[in-house]
Nanobody, 125 residues
């Protein structure tokens, strides 16, 4: 089990940047898969970026080149640096995690058992 707490969302203008943070804690063994997902109103939740225990990263095509996922094991924090933000990036952003014994498909939300409560990102044109 692991607990996740996101922060860093906010309102920005198109072209701006944000860095989302996700503190993870309350675990016995470190999560192996960690990622960011987002859900806009009336839309399904979708994958944004994932990093695994070997630091292999996977990005959704919609954010590739504009976002960077990273993890600081010393502070138990997952980050998502987003640049060149677009109005279509507006969504609730969630941090998710799971462990090495889980058969995870990187950007598939259904594969992850542990979720934060989300942080809102709003991009205005």
């Amino acid at each position: 089990q692991v607990q996740l707490l996101e922060s860093g969302g906010g309102s920005v203008q198109a072209g701006g940047s944000l860095r989302l943070s996700c503190a993870y804690f309350g675990y016995t063994y470190s999560p192996y898969y960690m990622g960011w997902f987002r859900q806009a109103p009336a839309m399904e939740r979708g994958g944004v970026a994932v990093i695994d225990g070997s630091d292999i990263t996977t990005y959704a095509d919609s954010v590739k080149g504009r976002s960077t996922i990273s993890k600081d094991n010393a502070t138990n924090t997952l980050y998502l640096q987003m640049t060149s933000l677009k109005p279509e990036d507006t969504a609730m952003y969630y941090c998710a995690a799971d462990f090495a014994d889980r058969a995870v498909v990187a950007l598939a939300p259904a594969a992850y058992r542990y979720w934060g409560q989300g942080t809102q990102v709003t991009v205005s044109s």
